[in-house]
């Protein structure tokens, strides 16, 4: 299979092909009648417009004006803007689609504080607290990535005062969300135009531009024929890719019915538009969903093949050679270098500018560097304050202007999040989660943050932090946490785990650290807290505990994995140190230690082998046993009982195998995917009576889903002795 690049790396690609000359062509001096070019919209399907582009060249056929709508308008917009169908299709092709439409950065690019996140397991969907209550985004996608591509391949046209003025003249078609009513899109930023004539509603959020909110216009004018006879054209060539086969079997789905809703007025406005045209063109696109991009090369001969089929409509077009050539260096024409970034502007409302300056590395006076631009703009995205950060290249009387603008979430600042977890091995042992985080950014300039969760279920807690980043660029900070936690423990003593507590502990802590990069974190601090021990099935007499607890902490981390649940490269590490020391309060000196460390490692195409590490040990103190540590649960011994083992030393290794075996839908989830785990590992009781070589493996295998509610495992564990169980886990794994 074709491999696929992501939208940065095409941006790099084409940044050569991209900067065509600002220049407007002048019109077509030959006798023969004006050619005006209209591309319908159709979602994927408006990709076999390129293959008619093809055609078109290939027989010498010149377009003086262009219209489009929806992906007819990316088409046409590219292609008035000077780039060739051979730039287009190599474009095409080489899109990953899925990351294209997944306004979420690449995990790698994330700052550490918002890689912590992923750590509890959240609905995929992050919705506003705001004075009118709960509020949501206006689209599922924001089109940030698409908007960067957008912008990218169109630079060149930075400067040209009105569509009439690009390469070749060029229309596109808006609706106004507000009033119904179709806008023309006929100045301004070229992809800005674009991005508007293609927002499906309740899809992509919609364009604001002139005081409008703009979506896609193929609710009013899927085929714009109109707007190329405005522009003069004699000859029209009409490109219909909008119809779709319709199953009834999914019209009886409410999925179905909403796209049935969308499309019906579409036809009719196209069925109108449709005799106006000299020549039409319908590519037989109906055996391919309107949402499958990943089958751009079939599309686009789908589209070759419809051009080929009514070639004989083209040749009265057709000009000799000599005067193509001559067409082709008047609407391509010379590709000048990079500009030069002149001067910087940014626009930010509710966000302290210099937290976006900080965060950028594109520098006044030298050429713009796409690539650099493009990380840039991730890192102030990633504050996950905005629904977009986008650039603008203005032309300012000979000097180039880079805007960076970026749009808050109209949802927020304060956001809410819910989420849940769940985890059972089917024999009585399970844990349930039910969780909600209330987060509020930006409260000052330096961006600080106050984060709440409120957990129910088997272990339910409230917790409170306060996140204070020191510099604009948030690499130092300060943070205080409060919190309460309720759970089931192991009770042991000296002879071994004899009954089970419920043990609460409330807790405060606070401390500073840095972060490295977007890859690391080091931190340390003081905490303090209070808690009891309530006997709840024991072997022996046993009281009630109440304890005291203070002391220091030390922390590190890593975490470059490109994802947590199915990870397919990176590294994930964590050490943790607590010292109860006596002076501060504590009954004797008490240590934790606790070390874990993930690495990912790519099998082909569709394969990853996660290697864990973990060592947990009390470093020669004797623990009460609310400080001692267990094993039971996905990658560290999925067939224990979660409680049976605890003890002052713990320490485990596994190898897992993961493979993607098929994809979701979108808005369900992004894969599905089988695997095995081998494990090795064991709780001592006492760290003296610890050996390597008493070590005890373990072994499961599972289905598994990357799902809007989180990943979700089914398998089952067999553990030494032969012990076993199917076990059940909705959360996150490593």
């Known amino acids: 299979m074709r491999p696929t690049i992501s939208a940065a790396a095409v941006c790099g690609l084409l940044l050569a092909l991209t900067t065509a000359r600002l220049d407007a062509a002048p019109p077509r001096q030959s006798p023969g009648p004006r050619v005006g070019l209209v591309l319908s919209g159709g979602a994927a399907h ?32 590219l292609y008035a803007s000077g780039m060739s169908p051979a730039e287009m299709e190599h474009l095409l092709l080489s899109i990953d689609w899925d990351d294209l439409f997944d306004d979420r950065p690449a995990r790698s690019t994330l700052s550490f504080r918002r890689k912590q996140d992923d750590i509890l397991n959240y609905i995929d969907l992050e919705m506003g607290i705001t004075k009118r209550g709960i509020a ?41 969300i507000g009033t119904g009513e179709k806008v023309v899109l006929s100045d301004g930023s070229l992809a800005e135009a674009i991005r508007a004539s293609m927002s499906l509603p309740a899809v992509f959020s919609p364009v604001e531009r002139g005081g409008r909110l703009l979506v896609d216009g193929g609710l009013v004018d899927n085929l714009p024929v109109g707007e190329a006879e405005a522009m003069g054209a004699q000859v029209l060539i009409a490109v219909d890719v909008s119809s779709e086969a319709v199953d009834p079997e999914k019209l009886k789905s409410f999925g179905g019915i909403l796209g049935r809703t969308i499309s019906l007025p579409i036809k009719g406005n196209v069925a109108a538009s449709l005799p106006r045209a000299s020549v039409v063109l319908r590519p037989d696109v109906r055996d391919i969903s309107g949402m499958d991009f990943a089958r751009a090369a079939a599309l686009i001969a789908r589209g070759e093949a419809a051009a080929r089929a009514n070639a004989a409509s ?133 961006g600080g943050e106050l984060k709440a969760t409120l957990e129910l279920g088997t272990v339910p807690g409230l917790n409170a932090e306060f996140y204070q980043p020191l510099d604009y660029r948030g690499r130092f900070f300060t943070a205080i946490q ?9 009770v042991a003593v000296e002879n071994g785990p004899v009954g089970e507590a419920r043990i609460t502990v409330y807790q405060a802590s606070g401390g500073a650290g840095f972060t490295l990069g977007s890859w690391g974190q080091l931190r340390a601090g003081i905490f303090r807290g209070t808690g009891d021990a309530e006997i709840l099935i024991s072997e022996q007499p046993l009281d009630a505990v109440k ?23 990176g590294t994930f590490a964590t050490t943790d140190l607590y010292i109860y020391p006596e002076w501060i ?114 072994g499961s295998v599972f289905a598994a889903a990357d799902t809007v509610l989180g990943p979700v495992y089914a398998g089952l564990g067999v553990n030494y002795g032969g012990t076993s169980t199917v076990y059940v886990l909705l959360g996150r794994p490593f």
């Open 585 to 698: 309060g504590n009954e004797h000196v008490y240590y934790q230690f606790r070390a874990k460390g993930v690495e990912a490692i790519p099998l082909g195409r569709k394969g990853s082998a996660v290697f864990t590490l973990g060592w947990e040990d009390t470093l020669g103190s004797h623990t009460p046993y609310y400080l001692q540590f267990t094993l039971g649960d996905f990658t560290r011994f999925a067939a224990l009982s979660r409680e049976v083992a605890i003890g002052e030393r713990a320490a485990y290794a596994g190898a897992t195998y993961l493979r993607r075996i098929a994809g979701l839908p979108t808005r369900v989830g992004r894969g599905v995917y089988i695997g095995g785990t081998f494990e090795l590992g064991r709780v001592w009781a006492k760290r003296e009576d610890s050996t390597i070589t008493n070590l005890r493996p373990a």
């Open 482 to 490: 409060a919190g309460y936690t309720r759970s089931l423990g192991r």
């Open 314 to 446: 083209f040749a009265p077009l057709s000009v000799s050679e000599e005067e193509y050539r001559s067409f082709l260096e008047r609407v391509r024409g010379r590709r000048p270098p990079a500009p030069i970034v002149d001067a910087i502007q940014t626009v930010s409302a509710g966000v302290n500018s210099r937290q976006i300056t900080a965060r950028l590395e594109t520098a006044v006076g030298r050429p713009l560097d796409i690539a650099v631009l493009q990380r840039d703009l991730d890192r102030i995205y990633e504050m996950g304050t905005f629904e977009t950060v986008e650039f603008r290249l203005l032309d300012d009387e000979g000097r180039h202007v880079l805007v960076i603008d970026a749009r808050p979430k109209s949802w927020g600042p304060t956001f809410l999040r819910i989420g849940t977890g769940f985890e059972s091995n089917l024999q009585g042992d399970a844990t349930v989660a039910l969780r909600a985080t209330v987060h509020a950014m930006q409260l000052n300039g330096l």
């Open 46 to 77: 408006g990709l076999a417009h390129v293959g008619v582009l093809k055609v078109l060249e290939e027989m010498r056929v010149p377009v003086d004006v262009v219209a489009g709508t929806s992906m007819g308008a990316i088409v046409g917009g």
């Open 136 to 176: 949501f985004p206006s689209g599922l996608v924001a089109g940030q990535k698409l908007a960067f591509l957008l912008k990218m391949v169109t630079l060149g046209t930075v400067g040209v005062p009105d569509f009439d003025h690009l390469p070749i003249p060029f229309r596109c078609v808006a609706t106004d």
């Open 547 to 569: 304890f005291d607890l203070a002391g220091i902490y030390l922390g590190a981390a890593v975490d470059t994995l490109d994802d947590l649940a199915f990870p397919r490269t």
